[in-house]
């Protein structure tokens, strides 16, 4: 659901146009059952979470997404229960993000869906804007979702939700918009969003903390799998990955805890080029690359 | 590729919204290349033609779409070669219509492409508008997109460009929007948009004449097919049926005329429900049918 953004220009989680003088935004996301749903999520759970993913591409760039379109992908055959969990998966995701559903058309062929918001942008946070001293934000914690994925390949449930009905952080990207210096929505992976906004920026990004918590780590080492692997390259998870100057600090933490978004300081931009990861007190630099499915 | 829309109101062939007091337009379309690509079509020839479906929903309300994204799905290991020759079909086809693609995302999946296209739409020609009195006029003539899939699918190359490489009618979409009373676009087939222009303006309407040439009938002989089947219930053709008052008709008839439009007077629009043919003096109800793969 998330390889690639096609663009002219540089890459940004929404495409931005004016027409009759109204600056807007717009994003396109689609998901596709075979690959992006795994055993044990509903149609309906699926269908909201293509919503979801949409919606926290605008939320990185502080826009309320106002409108929506779809186009929806079903074999031959598909029960009309099936399609109306689907529909009702998809009104209750744009009902919590305040989004009007205009309508879209239905098309035979792999079950997919693809969602199309749109809304004003007089102005977005771009993923270029990061300067150095600017300190590095996630909100988080990171690694769930890839945990989740993990554990319901299994037939588990661990983290499963985090997989089946994800948030995205829009009332957060919206009002904390105003401090932020560039923005992007993680769901490539962590190190892959870290890496974009300092390529865009042309800047080095410090990370001093792991945004992870225990129980992450605890699942891990019990599956044998390296936290870094989950947490840096999971991907699939709608949280947003912030540079803003360290005056702006008290607002985003009080701004953040009024929304109960858990909000984590994770490092710094500096000038020069990469990402780099202090662990230990040993500097290393932190692996580009994208998300991937684990299963 | 155009089974069905999905809308809360009155179905249209494009949904409509307003941002900052403009009024705008959007619709999307998904062409699904395992069922709407017949062989011997591109992927380039494939990639444009979604592109051409999104721009006759905005040609049949006259509105000129400014804007677009996309979202592409492509199975793993598509080569790059292939990837470039569809997003040059997309650029030719972009071009050719004055739209600036903005950008999109692309998924791994059975090869699809889904087009969203916007533009500025302070009216439209509604499906609901025709009168009582009016004339119903199509571009056309009818027939030979099914026909072209037809002979496509034996191995032939007959009509087969109206099925690889379609116009949409753009110029004239806008130009004659001012006289049209109601209009829609004709690719869920001929006697499926009579029936919803009729439906939705709670008319009837009286279709006189058939918008059919000569080689087409041969061509449905010597295949030992309906003509009917091909121009009422082919489907997949890019045209304008439209009601016009008839004082307008001159001016329909020669803007059509300077834009090398073909026009077709096909009958009126009266009182009562349903749509009826008449033939050969006598008048039958005209079955109501969607668009349907003569494969």
Redesign the interface.
């Known amino acids: 659901?998330?390889?690639?953004?096609?663009?002219?220009?540089p890459?940004?989680d929404v495409?931005?146009?004016e027409?009759?003088?109204?600056k807007?935004a717009?994003?396109?996301?689609?998901l596709?059952f075979?690959?992006?749903v795994p055993p044990g999520m509903s149609a309906r759970d699926a269908a909201a979470k293509g919503v979801t993913a949409c919606v926290s591409d605008f939320a990185a760039k502080g826009v309320r997404p106002?409108?929506g379109?779809?186009?929806?992908?079903l074999p031959g055959g598909t029960t009309s229960r099936r399609i109306g969990q689907m529909?009702s998966g998809v009104g209750q995701a744009c009902s919590k993000y305040g989004i009007?559903?205009?309508?879209?058309?239905?098309?035979?062929?792999?079950s997919?869906i693809?969602v199309?918001l749109?809304?004003?942008a007089d102005r977005i946070v771009p993923r270029s804007g990061a300067n150095s001293g600017d300190a590095v934000f996630v909100t988080g914690p990171f690694g769930y979702a890839a945990a989740g994925l993990d554990a319901l390949m299994r037939g588990g449930k661990k983290f499963a939700r985090y997989v089946v009905s994800p948030e995205a952080r829009l009332e957060f990207g919206v009002k904390c918009s105003r401090y932020a210096s560039a923005s992007m929505d993680s769901s490539d992976g962590l190190a892959a969003t870290l890496h974009e906004i300092a390529r865009q920026s042309k800047k080095r990004i410090n990370v001093s903390k792991i945004p992870v918590k225990g129980d992450l780590v605890r699942y891990a080492e019990s599956r044998r799998i390296n936290p870094d692997r989950l947490v840096f390259y999971g991907g699939e998870e709608y949280e947003i990955v912030f540079a803003a100057p360290p005056r702006h600090r008290r607002a985003i933490m009080s701004g953040a805890g009024r929304l109960g978004v858990p909000v984590i300081e994770i490092g710094t931009v500096a000038t020069g080029r990469g990402v780099y990861l202090e662990r230990d007190g040993k500097l290393g630099a932190l692996a580009d690359g994208g998300w991937r499915h684990l299963g």
């Open positions: 659901m998330f390889q690639k953004k096609l663009r002219t220009g890459r940004e495409e931005t146009f027409l009759g003088g109204i807007m717009a994003s396109t996301d689609t596709v075979e690959t992006d106002k409108y379109i779809m186009s929806v992908s529909a009007r559903m205009l309508g879209g058309d239905t098309n035979e062929g792999e997919s693809t199309c749109f809304g004003r």
